[in-house]
């Protein structure tokens, strides 16, 4: 007798069985699964998670009610949670009174772009000249050498136009930067995973990194980056959507109303207009214009735009869809996002270009006059040209020591955070008790909130997984974001760099572990034995949410530069390498 393990397939089982490729059935032993059977419409446009009609019941709240309070709870929520993100972000955003870590290169430089247009050559040791009195510091009338484009530092400007030459106005803008981005990655997430409420966990999440809020407290320029970037990839998860949805319209329905695939619409439809698109590459040359790692983010969200359209028309029924891709997508893809950024990048010169006082400004017309493209290019070009080749010279060759400077290997475990500000008051001065038995320690250690980015590796891991074994779009598009910020740092490990340009790929960290927390919590509506596991996964996440904000209390002072004992100061000294 044939026992059940061995009887054979019939029906659709063996259908499906015979649709998968051998190599597919041979990674069911890793926890590969085949795609569920799911409608045509549904796979092109999926619809959002709902929460369960039984939490309703329990609340006692009406179906009326509880629609309206879905609606609602869609921009409500991400609200909330950036109304937080930014109490705690301008909260003192003054303190300390001091100019920290390189806001002493681009809080004057974008005082000098504000005022004429370029950055000056600043005397040095003027710092304390400007705490104590900035109207009696005049802007340098001679060029200074700067090597990052100046994007980053007319947005620092124009905080600085609003409220003044110190550290508040200097700050302000990346403040409200920091506080727009947990607001667009609450709205990116509930895109992304089709939940309301992981998104406002991962924009939660992000508000209470450690890093992230930092480096929204310090005038710097990769939180600068990283809103751009955060910006790109939301322009491109919304362009997705609508193409998506316009293919969907184009496909036929039969007698039931079932969307059918069409190998002819899936390969011949234009897919219009894609304006959001567009708006990523304007996002993406504003990345690049604030710092040059913005072009490899540019790179990849390239390749990955055009995948995802591979993906709609393969979903659609096309045959052949990166045939249908090259005819139909990949010109149009091409122009909407790299010459935009290029146009984009060139604008965010015209301070330099429209001035001519700048560093190496008239450089085509004294030095460089005998070149033998002066007839082709105008001196401004070509002067702009020579900057930019000088600036990738230094930054290729910036191979001095820092204390402060990590290989990219470390950064995911927080291996060597930044010191931006450090002070020992003695007892009774800056905050320090006046009964203290020794000195207090007062810093702003820029470090991820630990417990965070320890989850982060595990998450990591979760979506590579999920990416290969699953074909789950949206953990290779996390990970390739996550790729784009951290992976060509490895290119440069003999160069000088430090924990902090993580910040470009914290939110797609915090992104990941939504995803991941989402997996434990398993799939709304539950019954029986899944509903007792949806609970207890729901309180491993809860804890582990919980902790991390806990951690990032308990890290509360590093981040505002309050004075505590410096035994406490140690206690918060997990590792060696922090000090």
């Keep these: 007798m044939t026992s059940t393990a061995q009887k054979p397939l019939r029906g659709q089982d063996a259908a499906d069985l015979r649709s998968q490729s051998s190599w597919q059935r041979r990674l069911r032993r890793f926890g590969y699964a085949s795609r569920p059977v799911i409608g045509l419409r549904e796979r092109l446009v999926p619809p959002y998670t709902r929460p369960s009609d039984r939490m309703w019941t329990v609340l006692g709240v009406p179906p009326t009610a509880a629609d309206r309070l879905v609606r609602l709870s869609a921009w409500g929520g991400p609200l909330l949670v950036a109304l937080v993100a930014g109490t705690l972000r301008f909260w003192n955003l003054g303190r300390p009174h001091a100019v920290i870590f390189d806001e002493t290169y681009y809080a ?9 247009g370029y950055e000056g050559a600043w005397p040095k040791d003027v710092d304390k000249a400007i705490l104590r009195n900035p109207d009696a510091v005049p802007v340098p009338m001679d060029p200074g050498y700067v ?7 007319w947005v620092i400007g124009f905080g600085e136009w609003l409220f003044g030459f110190d550290p508040f106005g200097w700050r302000f803008m990346v403040a409200v930067l920091g506080t727009l981005s947990v607001l667009m990655l609450c709205r990116i997430g509930r895109r992304l995973l089709r939940s309301t409420f ?3 966990l991962a924009g939660a999440l992000l508000a209470v990194d450690g890093l992230h809020f930092v480096m929204s407290r310090a005038a710097l320029l990769d939180l600068v980056v990283m809103f751009f970037v955060v910006a790109a990839f939301g322009c491109l998860l919304i362009d997705r959507d609508r193409a998506r949805a316009r293919l969907a319209a184009a496909l036929p329905e039969d007698a039931e109303g079932v969307l059918r695939p069409d190998a002819t619409v899936a390969e011949t439809s234009r897919l219009g207009w894609r304006p959001w698109r567009i708006a990523a590459g304007v996002a993406l040359g504003l990345a690049c214009a604030t710092k040059w790692n913005g072009l490899y983010i540019l790179a990849a969200f390239g390749v990955m735009t055009v995948l ?6 393969r979903t659609a029924g096309a045959f052949r869809p990166y045939a249908a891709v090259a005819r139909r997508d990949l010109v149009p893809a091409f122009v909407s996002t790299v ?3 290029i146009v984009t990048y060139l604008v965010s010169w015209s301070g330099w270009i429209f001035t001519d006082k700048g560093y190496f400004r008239n450089w085509a017309a004294t030095d460089g006059r005998d070149s ?12 702009l040209w020579h900057y930019e080749s000088e600036v990738y010279t230094f930054h290729v060759g910036l191979t001095s020591g820092h204390t402060y400077d990590s290989n990219p290997w470390s950064w995911i475990v927080l291996g060597r955070p930044v010191s931006y500000f450090y ?3 003695a007892a009774g001065v800056a905050g320090c008790p006046a009964d203290a038995t020794e000195k207090c320690a007062r810093e702003v250690l820029a470090i991820g909130t630990p417990l965070l980015w320890w989850a982060a590796c595990f998450a990591v891991l979760y979506v590579l997984w999920r990416w290969f074994f699953r074909r789950d779009w949206r953990a290779g598009a996390i990970a390739c974001a996550i790729a784009a910020g951290w992976v060509p740092w490895f290119h440069y490990q003999e160069r000088t760099i430090f924990l902090f340009y993580a910040v470009v790929f914290v939110p797609f960290l915090c992104l ?3 995803m991941m927390l989402g997996a434990v919590l398993g799939p709304p509506g539950a019954r029986g034995s899944a509903e007792r596991r949806r609970t207890i996964g729901a309180v491993g996440a809860g804890v582990l949410v919980l902790l991390i904000i806990w951690n990032f209390i308990y890290f509360w002072p590093l981040y505002t530069g309050q004075s505590i004992p410096m035994d406490d100061w140690r206690e918060r000294m997990w590792l060696d390498t922090w000090v």
């Design 108 to 116: 004057k430089d974008a005082w000098a772009l504000i005022n004429q």
């Design 147 to 153: 090597v990052h484009p100046p994007v980053g530092k």
């Design 198 to 200: 992981l998104g406002c």
């Design 308 to 313: 995802w359209d591979v993906g709609a028309r």
């Design 339 to 341: 010459p935009v950024a």
């Design 372 to 383: 033998a493209w002066s007839w082709l290019f105008p001196d401004w070009w070509r002067s």
């Design 423 to 425: 002070e020992d008051p």
């Design 512 to 514: 990941a572990v939504a």
